[in-house]
């Protein structure tokens, strides 16, 4: 997409106001475009696909979460509205929401510009240079996670884990990056995840139809893309 003379029309809208600010290149907003529809959109809807992939291959797991929501919707009924109470409710949703994004994190690497000579470790990192750090290196480490490669949503009930679990500035976990390039949209993100999952899980059950298995390149992805037949709880088949 390239800007023309005459061919754009006014308005307050986000692609408006990028292709009035004249100092950016067309690249840049495209890809200022990209990352938004990815960041704002994909990356939520990923982590929701791992968390139910994740949950089938452990039905202890999304056994226990079926009985905190069933709890909760038996307290708060059926119809009402969830408060935000109600959200900060659920101890070990969000425990499977942390664990989804430490074993599947969507932002598995970081790409940073260092401003200054870095010293690390034995090596210096010239200034100007590109640094991609994988935040899956440190996520899957056994050294800081026991039993790293397994889905253990209780190892973040583990007064051990409670420093790591600070996903806002710990070294250890950091599923929505950190410093001046922190995700706005966490909290947003985590309260539509565990809204999703109540939903989910209180509403239908489901069988899993095809094999599949997590991958990490280019990105991380469910191979067979999760294949499952639902059926509404209590009831027939949904077709």
């Not at 001046?180 to 109540?198: D, Y």
């Not at 139809?209 to 037949?229: C, H, K, W, Y």
């Amino acid at each position: 997409m390239y800007r023309q003379e005459g061919s754009l029309e006014v308005g307050n809208g986000v692609l408006s106001r990028l292709l009035e600010e004249e100092s950016l290149p067309d690249e840049a907003v495209a890809d200022f475009i990209i990352n938004l529809l990815f960041a704002g959109n994909e990356t939520t809807a990923k982590t929701m696909l791992f968390a139910v992939y994740f949950l089938t291959q452990c039905p202890r797991a999304l056994k226990q979460l079926l009985e905190e929501q069933d709890s909760l919707r038996s307290c708060c009924g059926e119809e009402e509205m969830l408060t935000w109470q109600d959200y900060k409710a659920m101890p070990f949703t969000q425990c499977v929401i942390d664990e989804t994004l430490r074993l599947g994190g969507i932002a598995i690497w970081l790409m940073r510009e260092t401003t200054e000579d870095v010293k690390y470790q034995d090596y210096v990192i010239p200034k100007g240079c590109f640094v991609v750090p994988f935040l899956s290196a440190v996520h899957l480490d056994e050294n800081v996670f026991n039993g790293a490669l397994s889905f253990n949503p209780w190892r973040w009930m583990d007064p051990e884990n409670e420093e790591k679990r600070n996903w806002r500035n710990s070294p250890f976990y950091a599923p929505f990056g950190g410093g001046g390039r922190f995700c706005p949209g966490a909290e947003l993100a985590r309260l539509q995840i565990a809204l999703f999952l109540r939903y989910f899980v209180t509403t239908y059950s489901w069988t899993q139809t095809r094999e599949d298995r997590m991958s990490f390149f280019p990105s991380a992805r469910l191979v067979n893309g999760l294949q499952i037949r639902l059926t509404r709880r209590h009831m027939q088949p949904a077709g």
